[in-house]
Every structure is written in structure tokens, then in C-alpha cells.
DNA sequence: CTGTTAGCGCCTTCAT
DNA sequence: ATGAAGGCGCTAACAG
């Protein structure tokens, strides 16, 4: 037998569909699930059991509309299609959840202008709070971020103004990576790259002024695609860098599936690693640890990333001015047998 | 017109404000904003000003609450951190926002209860709609769909019982990809897995009785690991296989990432395949088809999967029947030098 | 083409 | 520890 709804049509039991099943008034009900405390043992179980019973669902939107508060947050990343964001996605749910946030997840597709339509759309939400990547937004996704005054932060790279921000100098790594291959003895060193994003440009900027000071920078050794990087398109390049620059002694590839494309390109064409070829890759992503040879990478914290800047956001949203507004991770240098 | 009550503080501006602003009554701002061809023109283009001078966003919550629908769609699947399902993502909301539809991700971590709890948590945003992956939904989240009573399609499989399904049978793949190693000469094949979630078992399923058919199974050629698969776990996985059936002769992946770390290793062993060792792999990724040798694999439909099924919720959204309430996409075997 | 009247389901503020 | 009244911002259903 069937509690019969004084509602019509079979839309979902209400929070008074509950009341009036426990004889209590509607806010009773509210309060036994949102403040527990506020109402008596015995009532609570009565409650719950009506709640079971009725197959009773909150109503988000009426939640939100009457409290002001989303209990979500939107989070906006570049691309899923890669390991670095899919793992700082991880993070910050394994973070936000657990406080009772939602993540709405936002694939921008490394285009600023889809940031702006996601991030028009996702702030009728009313979101308690944003996350985002990089500082590359549109003047009018800026405008509205400032005009709506939700906690923000950025994630991945870190800012000289003062906005929110976790994550590690792109430059610095860039910079840092080059050096190695000097210091081990590399003279013509390539750079590939797909997605030519902000923080690409600014490990290529590392990368340029290392050779600058070491005067042999030569730009007929960097080489870009439009498109998001895989593996097979770091064969591509590969091709394409020994027809402009056949004398490279060592390539450093912004991503790590770059870099495993041209490991098998060079096995394809004789190509010695490290011996004729040195090859680096970037992010520390699991297939680079295991190939023959293991490619040297940098590790970039990406769990570390997400994690941090949802702490940070955790604390903006209530009012709390964290420890710090910027947050240098760093990275690290992991060298391996191709170089 | 109806009085504007001066907002306090200094939360965003709402269709009254507009309303206010530009001299009508709220809905008719509601109507520019919704259903332009009911306003004359001249109105509308001062009503988008106004919209524009106030930064006015609406609000997703009133909206919903107003109209009953969410104009959202959950779509779960069991990982971010596969290519498959990212692609499968990527089509959906390809199909689905330009039909005005948001999606909330889900992650369910393979676990069929932390299904049911996002579940359980989406449903509070009232989705107009909801795509799953596979079948195993447990006890309590499949009542709570029923009783939701929102139109739901499962994805990646097929259903004999009448659900709405959009995939491909996993069991063929399974069979079709052992007969092709079997057909090549091979006698002495094992399985490889990571994540036994239910495609992965129903593969094996295939596996199995093609070999059963042969003669030829051997369950000791059967290797499994609980995590998530990788490169590294591949690696580990022929170690392990190695150790206590090391006369195999060919190798089913159930994962293209499996594949390539068994390849990894079987090259740090001086194994030569295909002559020692034949590999296959399973979903078609992108590094499978660029190593030496290249793997043989299944090309799965991912892109399609999301977008047909996106397709046939839409259809059910609507309350048009949709063509079939079962596509099967099929597979494709993609026999390369690894075999 | 535009307006009025309600009310979606819940929570806030005050009461008891 | 529990309740009453009111309203969050928007849109359905009817006017006119």
C-alpha cells in the first residue's frame, strides 16, 4: 500500500509530502535533515523513516533559491583528454565533496572564448565558488568573475597580482629542464609543442632564454601544432623537425606523450636514444616511466594542485583569508635514460 | 507594473530589476530572455541593454524551481582517466549543449555505490535526463531511478530486457578479438586485466569461450589486477604471467595501456614480439598505433556511443519514441604488427 | 504583444 | 525543540 500524495501528477514527494506523513510541519523536516540536532532523537527517526519511505529527494534548486547557497562549485579545465587535469580534477573532488560541494565540471578546450560561454552558463548556478586554469580569461569572462564576487582561484600558474593562485612557475621549469640538458652536455636542443596555451608559451620562454644565455638558441628548432598533443603527433613532429634541423642532439617536449611519439619515431628510423637523440618529455605522466629507454620529464604537482587550491577556495568561501594567496607547489626534475 | 522592491546588499540583478529598469513587467523580460518572437523587436533590443548595462545573470535555480525543469542532464561514467569515456563525454556535450542542455559529470571510480550516492546527489539538481555506463547499477540507485521517473539511457552495452542502450556486445568483442589470435596460429593465449568491472568481465567471457570452443583454455593464462590500468601495471601484469605460465605465446590486453606496458617489458626481457610474444589490446588508443611494433586492438565506438545515446535521450526527453531503444555500434578488429 | 496572479519547494526570521 | 509567515527569482496560466 501506497502513501497517497495530495499532489498531482507523480512529480516527487515534497518536504511537506514528509511533514504531513510525520504529523510535523514542513520545517521540522527540513531542519532534521539539514540540522540534525535542532530536533529531538526520537522524532528524527520518524522522520527518516518517512523520508525512506516516500522516497523523498531534496529539491536542489529550491534549496538554493530560499538559502542563497548552491553548495556547488564550477571548475574549469582545459581538457580532459589530459592526464594533469583529470588528476586535478580528482583532487579537488576528493576535497570538495567530503565539505558537501558539487563540482560542475567545465571542458574549455583550451579556448578562453568557450571559458566565457561556460563560465556565463555555470554562474546561473549561483555557484559558491570557482576554480579555474591559468589567468588567460577574456576581458568579459574577468568582468563577470569580478562582478559576480565569487571566491575564485587559479589553478596552475601562479600570479604577480595578487589573485588567488596555486600552482608552480611554468617558466621556471622550462628553464630548469633546458638546463639539464646543457649540463648534460646537449648543444642543439629542440622544443615541440602542441596547444600552444599560456603555460606552454611560458615553458617555451624557460626553455628560450636557457639557450639565450647559453648563446644557442636557434628558433629553426622550435616547432608547434594547433592541435592537442598525442602520441602520434609527437612522431609527426619528430619528422618534421629532422627535415628543418636534421642536426638536433636533444628534443624537449612540452607533454609526455610527445615525447614517448618521438621515442618511437627515432626506433623507427635508427635513430639511437640518447646517443644520437636525447629526448625529454613534460608532466611525469605514467607511460614515461616505462618505456625503453624511460624518458626524463618533470614531475608537475597536479593532485598536490587541486587539492591546495580547493583548500584555499574552502577557506575564501567561509570568509577565512587563507595562510597564503599564493601557493608555489614547484616541480621536480626527473632524469631518466633518454638523456 | 508591479512594485520593485530596492534589493539590499549587493547580490546580482534580477528580472525584476530589468523590469524596473526598462519600464515593463518582469515577464516580459522573462519572455526576451526565453521566447524572443513574443516581444516586439524594439522592446527586445531595449531589454537586452538594460540586461547588458546591469549584468544581469538569471538564475538557474528560480528558473528550474519555476518551471520544473533543469534544463541538466547527469551523465555518469566509471573514470576520468580513461580515453574512452572521456571521448564518449566530449560527444554528449557536443550533442546536448547546443540543445540547451547542461551536463553534471559524474566519476564513479568503477564502484557501483558511489554511483548510487552521486546519483542520489544529482538527482537533486532534477535532470531532465541521465546517461549511465553499463548495466550494474545496484538495488537502491535502479529504484531511485525508477521512481525519479527521468528518462535514462545506459551506455557502453546492450540490455535484452528493453532499456534504452546504446553500445556494442562486449562478449563479441571478447570472442572476435581470441578467434583473430587464435586464426593467426596462436595456441597459448592469456588475458590480462585491470579493473574487472562488468565489460571487462563479459570480454573475458568472450575470450573464454572462444578458447573453450578450441580446446585450448588454460585458466592459469588468466591475470587480474584491482586498480586502474597503466602502462606500469601492464609491465607488471607479464611479469607476473610470466612467472606462472611462461610458455604463453600471445597476450590479450583488455587495454590498449596494458598492451603497450606488456610490450615495454617483453622488450626489457629480450622477448621479440610477435615472434616470442604476440600482444593485442583492447580500445583502439592513440599510442597503440605508434609503437614498434604497432598493437593489434578492437577500435570501440566511443564518439558514437555518446553521441547516439545523447540522440536517443534527447528523442526521450521529448517524448518521441526513438527509433530503436537499442543501437548496437558494433567493433572493429584492427589486426597490426604486434599479432 | 504585454500584464496579472499564483506558486514552484525550500529556508530565513521570528515566535512559542 | 517546534512552528508560522513570508519570500528567494522565476515562469505557467490565464487575461486583455
Not at 563560465?119 to 569580478?146: C, M, S, V
Not at 587541486?306 to 616541480?331: H, I, N, T, Y
Amino acid at each position: 500500500m501506497t502513501a497517497r500524495k495530495p499532489r498531482i501528477g507523480q512529480s516527487r514527494a515534497t518536504l511537506s509530502d514528509v511533514a504531513a506523513h510525520v504529523g510535523v510541519s514542513a520545517i521540522t523536516i527540513s531542519r532534521a535533515l539539514n540540522k540534525p540536532d535542532l530536533v529531538s532523537e526520537a522524532l528524527r527517526q520518524r522522520i527518516d523513516e518517512a523520508v525512506r519511505l516516500l522516497g523523498y529527494v531534496p529539491n536542489r534548486a529550491a534549496r538554493a533559491l530560499a538559502s542563497t547557497k548552491s553548495n556547488s562549485i564550477v571548475v574549469l579545465v582545459p581538457s580532459l583528454s589530459n592526464a594533469v587535469f583529470v588528476d586535478t580534477l580528482a583532487a579537488v573532488h576528493d576535497k570538495l565533496y567530503p565539505a558537501g560541494y558539487q563540482m560542475l565540471i567545465g571542458d574549455t578546450r583550451y579556448s578562453p572564448e568557450q571559458e566565457e560561454k561556460l563560465l556565463r552558463t555555470y554562474l546561473e548556478y549561483n555557484p559558491d565558488g570557482i576554480l579555474l586554469t591559468g589567468f588567460d580569461q577574456t576581458p568579459a569572462a574577468q568582468q563577470l568573475l569580478a562582478a559576480s564576487n565569487i571566491p575564485t582561484v587559479h589553478m596552475m600558474e601562479l600570479d604577480e597580482g595578487g589573485r588567488p593562485c596555486v600552482g608552480f612557475s611554468q617558466f621556471d621549469s622550462g628553464y630548469a629542464l633546458t638546463s639539464l640538458l646543457l649540463a648534460k652536455g646537449y648543444r642543439r636542443i629542440a622544443f615541440l609543442a602542441a596547444q600552444l596555451d599560456p603555460r606552454t608559451l611560458r615553458r617555451g620562454d624557460g626553455y628560450r632564454a636557457a639557450l639565450q644565455q647559453a648563446g644557442l638558441y636557434d628558433a629553426s628548432r622550435e616547432l608547434t601544432e594547433p592541435n592537442p598533443s598525442s602520441v602520434g603527433m609527437g612522431g609527426g613532429l619528430l619528422a618534421r623537425l629532422l627535415a628543418q634541423a636534421p642536426d638536433c642532439d636533444a628534443v624537449f617536449c612540452n607533454n609526455d606523450d610527445l615525447a614517448v611519439g618521438v621515442l618511437f619515431e627515432a626506433q623507427r628510423r635508427g635513430i639511437r636514444v640518447p646517443q644520437d637523440l636525447a629526448i625529454a618529455g613534460f608532466n611525469n605522466l605514467d607511460m614515461s616511466a616505462w618505456s625503453n629507454p624511460a624518458i626524463t620529464t618533470v614531475a608537475t604537482p597536479r593532485y598536490a594542485t587541486g587539492s591546495e587550491a580547493a583548500d584555499m577556495l574552502l577557506a575564501l568561501m567561509a570568509g577565512r583569508q587563507p595562510a597564503s594567496l599564493k601557493v608555489d607547489l614547484g616541480f621536480e626534475l626527473l632524469a631518466r635514460d633518454s638523456t
